[in-house]
């Protein structure tokens, strides 16, 4: 029989894993989105495309790899400060310390996680915004999108209450 941390830490995992892919869907699915309002149905990935795509593309990987770097360096600050001054570190035992598993969540997973969710965000923001500026799409291809996007998003609320209520241990 598993123990009650043991089952908090395999929903801490399994949450921070699923999470981690639902954001990196939701954020790849609004990038299409804005691609294809713009016209640009088909894509080649590591191939030749448009440069409104390839634009596209770069602009939102200096966007993500600095919110990213930004959240890890933020993580890894708070985790110095933390020891030093007695905060509070996500997941610790009674004992006040943290097991050494959540190292690879904290810099690498939720970092990542957090920035496929910004950046996921600010395409919506510039995808509304190129909907109210421009031409409009077709009816079902806007409705398509916009019950999508409510969808993945849903998913990924859904998993980021998973995950932080799992990590809180009183």
């Known amino acids: ?5 043991e089952i908090r830490d395999g929903l801490v995992w399994a949450g921070s894993l699923l999470l981690f892919l639902a954001s990196a869907k939701a954020h790849g699915r ?47 600050a708070y985790a110095v400060a933390a020891k ?10 009674p004992a006040g310390l943290a097991p050494w598993w959540i190292l690879p969540l ?6 990542m996680t957090l920035g496929f969710t910004l950046t996921g965000l600010i ?12 031409a409009k799409p077709a009816a079902g291809w806007l409705a398509s999108a916009w019950w999508g996007t409510a969808a993945w998003w849903l ?14 241990r009183s």
Request: hydrophobic residues 55%.
């Open 1 to 5: 029989m598993f123990t009650r941390m």
């Open 30 to 76: 609004q990038l299409r989105l804005e691609r294809e309002k713009a016209g640009y149905m088909k894509v080649t990935f590591g191939g030749k495309n448009p440069a409104f795509v390839e634009g596209l593309w770069r602009q939102e990987r200096k966007l993500f790899w600095s919110l990213t770097g930004a959240a890890v360096a933020f993580a890894l």
């Open 84 to 93: 030093r001054f007695g905060w509070h570190v996500v997941m610790e035992d």
């Open 106 to 111: 904290g810099i690498a997973v939720w970092p």
């Open 123 to 134: 395409s919506i923001t510039r995808l509304w915004a190129a909907l109210s500026s421009g």
């Open 155 to 168: 998913v990924v609320i859904a998993l980021s209450a998973l995950v932080i209520t799992a990590a809180h």
